[in-house]
């Protein structure tokens, strides 16, 4: 059956000693120049990323002076500026019925959709930094028969704090 030739061949090969056995034809040679080529692009692509960064980028809405300095480019000046004077200049209104008859509920439990209000009654009250004509274009105040009441003109803040105690 067994000789002693080739269990010693099949130990020989499985230990990995026999000579015949250790060169695979179908093996590839290792591919040097492939590791190369992804060594030079992985170079190539940080040292781009390490220029891209180091040119100085400026953030919109800023502009570079002639002596170097960063400002504000016009047109966000004239913006800030004007979103200042919107906070020195609010109102709190108050939204009046100006007949009796049902409104829409914006605030009602579920499935509530309408509520009654009486002439005189107040549908809604608010703040806004853009004046009556901007906040509700077209006088579109969401609802029929209502009047735009203002009661209250001062900063933002002020506004604010008159809405929360009424």
Excluded at 29 to 54: E, V
Excluded at 134 to 159: H, I, K, Q, V, W
Aim: charged share 25%.
């Amino acid at each position: 059956m067994f000789t002693s030739t080739s269990v010693s061949k099949r130990r020989k090969a499985l230990d990995g000693d026999d000579p015949m056995l250790l060169h695979d034809e179908n093996k590839k040679p290792p591919r040097g120049k492939m590791w190369l080529f992804l060594l030079l692009l992985c170079a190539l692509l940080a040292s781009g990323y390490i220029i891209w960064n180091s040119s100085k980028k400026i953030a919109p809405g800023l502009i570079e002076t002639p002596e170097g300095e960063i400002i504000l480019s016009p047109e966000r000046e004239a913006k800030r500026n004007r979103e200042l004077e919107e906070i020195d200049n609010a109102i709190q209104y108050a939204l009046v019925a100006t007949i009796d008859g049902y409104y829409p509920c914006l605030s009602c439990p579920f499935g509530v959709e309408t509520i009654y209000l009486y002439k005189g009654n107040v549908w809604k009250y608010g703040v806004t930094r853009k004046g009556e004509a901007e906040r509700y274009p077209g006088g579109n105040y969401g609802a029929d028969n209502l009047l735009f009441f203002p009661m209250f003109e001062g900063t933002y803040s002020e506004c604010l704090k008159r809405e929360k105690t009424l």
